[in-house]
Structure formats: C-alpha cells, structure tokens
C-alpha cells in the first residue's frame, strides 16, 4: 500500500498559486494523468456542471504539458439517476489518479457522499497511489468536524459543528479544515475571517470541539500538501497555514515544512480494512482495461430510446435522456445528419 499525497487549498484552485500546486501534484504521479473532477459540493445547484467545469477547463490548460485525460463526475444528488451511488456515474472514479472536490455546500457534500459508493472508491485509490486535492467548500467537508457556514453565516443558526466526511479518522487523525481563513471581505465594518463566521465565533466553534481535534487553517491562495511516504507536510502559494489545537494556533508561511506528526499521530490502516465494502474493493482491484473510445450496450440503448423520442417530438423526453447519457459520462451533439456522441 502507498497512499498517495493530499493537497488543500484555502481558495483559488484555478488561480496562479493553485496552478502551481496542481502542477506539483501531476508531476509526482504516473502517466496518463487521470483527473475526475467531482460535481457533488455544488450538486444542488442548477449550473453544478459549469462550477466543476470551469476547473476542468483550467486544468486542461494548466496541466496541458501532462496530456491529462479529465472526466467530470456528476455525482450530484443521492435517490437521482446523478447519484454518488450509481456506479456508471462514477465508473471513471476507478481509473483516476488525482481526485478534485471543490466550491459549493460543505454540510450538503458530506450528506451526499457519507458511505456512498464515490467515496468508498476514493478512499480505496487514495491507498493504492492516487492523490486527492480539495479546495474551499470540500475542504470543510472532509474533516472530523464540519463548520456549517452557510447555516451560520447567511441563515442565521447558532454557532454548531457537523459531523464531516472524517477523512483522517481512516489514519487515527483528527483533523478539521476551515478555508478562506484570512478572508477580508467584510473590510473594516465585518469580520469575514475564519470563512466568513469571523474569529469571535470560530473560537466558539473551537471550544465546542473534542480536545484531540486539530483544527487547519488555510490562508486565500495558499496550499498544504501532505506527503505520506516522506512524513512531511508542505506550505504552497502566497501566505499561511494555522495549526490550531485548543483555540490556540501556530502559524507557518508559505514555503515551510513540518512534519507529518504535528497533524496527530498517523497510523497506517490495514489495506483492506477501515470501512470501505469488500464489493468496493473488489471493484477497484479488478479494473477491467479502459476502452476510452465506445460507449457501452447501455449506452447505445440510451440512445435509440432518445432517437425514438425526437421522432415522436417527445422533447422533454430527449433531454432527460440526453442528460442521463452525459451523466454517463458521453456527450451527445445534434447535427443536421443525426448525432455525434462525444466523450466527456
């Protein structure tokens, strides 16, 4: 087992300082580069697909020297056919290697993918090599504790924790993410610090805490990389990490390393154990080999049913059908001669 690096950033995955980051991931990984890009953070919005996209469009262009092959996984809602359980959807999950969560609801990630079949997956490729980068709402979403903020900050609920995705409980870790952490927003008349709650309620937050939790605090444009095979941890982009433990926080800038044992006291997890279902593991050992080029005999049966639709002016059935067969991850394109069917 070689558990592969895990990256956070604060914010501005598609910015420079992000960039540089993804492109210090990419070059520690084997080739082809594979990059499943995950819907679900933003999975309630309308326009999901635009907010996982853009990062797909960015990495296209950032990571271009590396040839990467990206697929947007459209895991958006559980009970829906864009399910994080539905495994045609997640199917390209098991033959990545660098996985990216990024903006939308940190409460709303976490109750869509606790126990679901993508993050089994995930975790499975994490220990088999694969990396993992999370920025901004994800972020949150992966910790022991996840701070509700739009619960806070925009409804108006008391100050609370959410149970996370508990990443690190896998490694007898503790850790809580909070990004956006020297946000400034607010100027001088509100504290947007903290993402957005201000500090007065993250210490609040913090004292609400278990004592063994350790909260990480990432600046706007600044990364941590976790690199498990050295030990060490390292600071990227233009400012700082916190290390909180007991509402008290140590800082690190930008450039810095330390250890692997100030995050907690790491243990490395049986292969095969820790929660992830014998079937998952089974499907991530058994990857049958990649045909990239032809859709399946699903597929194809999508399409004929569309087909019949259009001829009967069914048009709200077209695009149902249309949409199913981009969650699976092709694209159709109408032509005036019929159709093209374009991978994702």
Not at 50 to 76: C, E, H, M, W
């Amino acid at each position: 087992m070689t558990l592969g690096q895990i990256a956070f950033l604060g914010s501005g995955e598609t910015s420079l300082a992000g960039g540089r980051i993804f492109e210090t991931l990419a070059r520690s990984l084997p080739q082809p580069l594979r990059i499943a890009i995950l819907e679900t953070p933003a999975g309630f919005e309308l326009n999901s697909h635009q907010v996982a996209g853009r990062v797909a469009d960015f990495l296209k262009t950032r990571l271009q020297n590396y040839s990467p092959v990206i697929d947007v996984i459209q895991a958006r809602k559980r009970g829906t056919p864009f399910s994080p359980d539905e495994p045609d959807v997640v199917r390209p999950l098991l033959y990545a290697n660098l996985f990216f969560m990024g903006p939308g609801s940190p409460t709303y990630a976490a109750r869509q993918l606790r126990g679901s079949l993508a993050w089994d997956i995930i975790r499975a490729r994490h220990r088999l090599g694969a990396t993992l980068a999370f920025a901004s709402a994800a972020t949150i979403s992966v910790g022991a504790w996840a701070l509700p903020v739009y619960e806070i900050y925009k409804v108006g609920e008391d100050v609370h924790a959410k149970s996370g995705l508990n990443l690190f409980n896998d490694y007898e870790m503790h850790l809580s993410f909070i990004p956006h952490w020297n946000n400034v927003d607010g100027g001088t008349d509100l504290d947007t610090s903290r993402c957005f709650i201000g500090k007065e309620r993250f210490e609040e937050w913090c004292k609400n805490l278990p004592p063994e939790n350790i909260t990480v605090g990432l600046d706007e444009h600044t990364g941590l990389v976790i690199d498990f095979e050295t030990g060490q941890c390292e600071i990227g982009g233009v400012s700082s990490v916190s290390l909180v433990r007991d509402c008290e926080a140590k800082i690190y800038p930008a450039g810095a390393k330390f250890p692997l044992s100030a995050l907690g006291n790491f243990v490395s997890p049986e292969p095969l154990d820790h929660g992830i279902r014998p079937d998952v593991w089974e499907m991530v050992l058994n990857v049958p080999t990649l045909d990239d080029d032809k859709p399946s005999a699903d597929i194809l049966a999508l399409l004929e049913k569309r087909q019949h639709a259009r001829a009967d002016k069914d048009w709200a059935e077209s695009d149902r059908l249309r949409d199913l067969i981009s969650a699976h991850g092709w694209t159709v394109q109408d032509t005036k001669d019929g159709y093209k069917l374009v991978k994702n």
